[in-house]
């Protein structure tokens, strides 16, 4: 089975650096993604990991960690923009991607 | 903008009756992925089709059903549309068909009243 835990809620303010965790459990594991989605629009692609460690990409940054089944998203420097839906989401052995029910990041000045 | 595209954006309709969502993939992908999402129950997987052949179902009803055509978009079909099946329907492609980063169209909003 695919089971993908990650928090309903977060705030933070603005300029400071949040920390998204996802937990999963799954039968097969062939990556993670991170995508964001604003309200009523397409989730968009943040990032890729397949092997244990950090992933850098600019603000935001994603970690795993195989054996532990966890990872997390780091976002840095905060803005407004950034308020959003964090999505995780990995592929089960048959090439479906499951994703988590968002973490929904609330960003304040 | 990701390159995927659909249509209609907004659809309304009644219960019983059938609708129909179109795909069409980035330049190059040969998978399209649909998915829907409710407010309660996140973003769900339906099926994937790769280069015109299903590859993988996920919890699709029988009342839904889908196709890749020759030029590679793709047709979601709904029928006897039942109020609980109002929800955000996204389409997803890829290039190819294993493990790949898929990247979503805009989204259709579905409203049966």
């Known amino acids: 089975g695919q089971n993908i835990d990650q928090p309903t809620e977060m705030t933070a303010t603005e300029g400071a650096i949040v920390q998204i965790n996802c937990t999963y459990q799954?039968?097969?594991?062939?990556?993670l993604f991170w995508y964001q989605q604003h309200a009523g629009e397409a989730p968009t692609f943040l990032s890729y990991n397949v092997l244990d460690g950090l992933e850098e990409k600019g603000r935001f940054s994603s970690f795993l960690s195989r054996s532990k089944g966890y990872s997390y998203l780091l976002l840095k420097e905060l803005q407004m923009k950034d308020s959003a839906s964090y999505l995780c989401a990995v592929y089960q052995a048959g090439t479906a991607l499951i994703f988590g029910k968002g973490t929904t990041l609330s960003v304040s000045s | 903008d990701s390159g995927v595209t659909q249509t209609p954006k907004h659809l309304i309709t009644a219960t019983g009756q059938r609708v129909t969502l179109r795909c069409s993939p980035r330049?190059?992908?040969?998978?399209v992925y649909w998915y829907q999402q409710s407010l309660d129950q996140g973003l769900q997987f339906l099926i994937q089709y790769y280069n015109g052949e299903e590859r993988a179902k996920g919890n699709i009803l029988e009342r839904f059903s889908a196709q890749q055509f020759p030029d590679l978009h793709s047709e979601l079909n709904l029928s006897s549309l039942e109020l609980g099946d109002s929800a955000l329907y996204f389409c997803a492609s890829s290039v190819g068909e294993l493990y790949e980063t898929q990247y979503f169209g805009p989204g259709t909003r579905l409203l049966v009243l």
């Open positions: 330049s190059g992908d040969l998978s």
């Open positions: 799954t039968s097969g594991f062939n990556g």
